[in-house]
């Protein structure tokens, strides 16, 4: 696959691969980042605890292990061969790219803004890929609508009391939409595009049956409750493709940095 790519800042430094790893551990002691280093093979040459807990992963990685086949729950095996063939093409173009990741979990999606930048000597001998990893909040979801679904026109979230609560797909798709101020105009009209067609009047109703389960009577005190057991957050599944996905050319059109 041939990518059209975006001049991104190349990465060149004075200095070798042993002693970039050693400076990489000494910031991630002070800096909250999450980040992984690999190889050209894609094998970890050091991973730090802040990557550990974002993905929450229950047995922290090895060095030497292959990032993309040996980690659990982090890729899907029909991404495994896409992600191979990208991780190539960024060394080979040395080209900076920036990729949303997105995994689903249950149903909801757990998403990631990830910066995968290639790392080279002066005398331009690969020394490693860094890729560096932050939560991914949805600033404007008509933004991604668009792009994924090809239309026209680091937050906690306490999965304890989240779970506790059972709503229908349908009304965590609107409680989602609603806490971030869409009207009931906009919910039904992305929710349409995302293929779960509802008017503006049924929005309504299920708006006042979510008063109902939270035991609220207001459309503040909805949004409260809903900040509070962390929906606001809780990207639903349906809205986000799984797989990892090239956003370089998208960054300002979707607000993220």
């Not at 890929?129 to 609508?145: D, E, I, M, S, W």
């Not at 389960?213 to 799984?242: C, M, Q, R, W």
């Amino acid at each position: 696959m041939e990518y059209n790519y975006t001049q991104l800042e190349r990465k060149k430094i004075s200095t070798n691969r042993k002693e970039y790893i050693d400076s990489c551990g000494l910031l991630s002691n002070s800096l909250a980042y999450a980040f992984v280093i690999l190889d050209e093979l894609n094998r970890i040459l050091f991973v730090n605890e802040a990557f550990n807990q974002l993905l929450k992963l229950e047995k922290p990685p090895k060095i030497g292990e292959n990032f993309i086949k040996k980690i659990p729950g982090i890729f899907k095996e029909s991404s495994i061969e896409q992600l191979i063939r990208t991780h190539a093409e960024i060394i080979k173009t040395n080209q900076r790219r920036i990729y949303l990741e997105v995994r689903k979990n249950e149903n909801i999606v757990d998403a990631y803004i990830v910066h995968k930048t290639p790392v080279f000597d002066l005398d331009n001998n690969f020394l490693c890929l860094h890729l560096q990893y932050k939560p991914f909040t949805v600033a404007r979801l008509a933004n991604l609508g668009a792009k994924f679904h090809k239309l026209e026109g680091y937050y906690p979230l306490n999965r304890n009391d989240f779970a506790e609560v059972t709503l229908t797909r349908v009304q965590q798709m609107i409680i989602y939409l609603y806490v971030r101020n869409y009207s009931y105009t906009e919910i039904a009209d992305w929710m349409t595009r995302f293929g779960h067609k509802i008017s503006p009047t049924a929005v309504n109703k299920q708006l006042l049956k979510l008063k109902s389960i939270f035991n609220v009577t207001t459309s503040d005190a909805l949004k409260d409750v809903s900040f509070k057991y962390g929906y606001d957050v809780a990207v639903p599944a349906e809205f986000l493709p799984e797989g990892s996905h090239d956003i370089t050319h998208d960054v300002f059109d979707l607000w993220i940095c």
